[in-house]
């Protein structure tokens, strides 16, 4: 999937499939499941997203020395929860190796692993998550709708400061036994309604967090623009919305590892979400606007 047009070996024509370096400290390791969403009674399909989010990145243009290693596709295993171990295992090896990780999934199962990673590397994290929904269901077995739940139950089970910021909430898309968790959690969120709180909540966040996981759910966008996904969204964020929590959290310096989650190729038309998915991944590997 990493080939693209050359036009010369000349840095002026550089694009991101020329920029593959395995001595980059920047990590794009890619979680191919929809086992998670299935259990969530959602459409499966994600599993297919992180080769085609790759396909759709190598073309763009790079205008300086930015390099990435892609690490592997884990997809050979039988199970989630054989699923979540190797996941979990590499990103813990990656960041105790001083890397910074992006995480192509996937459905939102993909975020669990990685945020327990971080939690017993750092012991201390603040996850923010860019998701119409909060996916916090008290379910027993680990599912799409649950990451940020069972890693809240891990911290507290660990001892560990886990704090949750959900941005882009639908109101119409999550129960009030949902919200009811979320106050017991004593987690934050910004309805797509307020988006004006954006700089008062998300500020206050990053300045009582020393290190931030970053989660995007691309259903947090509205389905004119993200129509891929397993739960569309007739009433998200716009990308200019996110792009500004984006640069907010890039600038905090605070960002150790991210993902992009809940694409789904099969329900894209002429790849708008493919190319919107795409362009977020890029962002997020380089970690700042361009």
């Given at each position: 999937m990493w080939q693209g047009r050359d036009d010369g070996k000349a840095k002026i024509h550089n694009r991101v499939f020329k920029c593959l370096n395995k001595n980059s400290k920047v990590k794009l390791l890619s979680f191919c499941t929809s086992l998670g969403v299935q259990r969530n009674?959602?459409?499966?399909?994600?599993?297919?997203?992180?080769?085609?989010?790759?396909?759709?990145?190598?073309n763009f243009a790079v205008f300086d020395d930015f390099s990435f290693d892609d690490?592997?596709?884990?997809?050979?295993?039988?199970?989630?929860?054989?699923?979540?171990?190797?996941?979990?295992?590499?990103?813990?090896?990656?960041?105790?190796?001083?890397?910074?990780?992006?995480?192509?999934?996937?459905?939102?199962?993909?975020?669990?692993?990685?945020?327990?990673?971080a939690l017993d590397y750092k012991k201390s994290i603040g996850v923010i998550n860019l998701d119409a929904h909060f996916d916090v269901r008290k379910q027993k077995l680990h599912s799409s709708g649950n990451s940020f739940y069972k890693a809240y139950e891990y911290a507290k089970s660990k001892n560990y400061e886990y704090n949750y910021l959900c941005i882009g909430v639908n109101k119409l898309s999550n129960t009030q036994a949902l919200f009811n968790t979320i106050k017991q959690?004593?987690?934050e969120y910004i309805l797509n309604t307020n988006m004006h709180e954006l700089?008062?909540?998300l500020k206050a966040f990053l300045e009582k967090n020393d290190f931030i996981y970053l989660s995007i759910d691309i259903d947090v966008f509205s389905l004119s623009i993200a129509p891929a996904v397993s739960a569309p969204n007739v009433f998200g964020i716009n990308l200019e919305q996110a792009l500004k929590a984006l640069d907010m959290i890039f600038k905090s310096k605070k960002l150790i590892m991210s993902d992009v989650c809940e694409f789904n190729p099969k329900y894209d038309i002429d790849k708008h979400?493919?190319?919107?998915?795409a362009?977020?991944?890029?962002?997020?590997?380089?970690?700042?606007?361009?």
């Open positions: 009674k959602g459409r499966a399909g994600s599993e297919l997203a992180p080769n085609i989010i790759k396909e759709n990145m190598a690490v592997a596709n884990i997809d050979n295993f039988s199970s989630l929860e054989q699923g979540d171990e190797i996941l979990y295992k590499k990103c813990l090896a990656l960041l105790k190796d001083d890397n910074y990780c992006v995480i192509l999934g996937g459905g939102h199962e993909s975020s669990l692993a990685p945020i327990k990673a959690m004593k987690a700089d008062t909540k979400t493919a190319k919107l998915a362009f977020l991944a890029y962002l997020l590997l380089r970690k700042e606007i361009i």
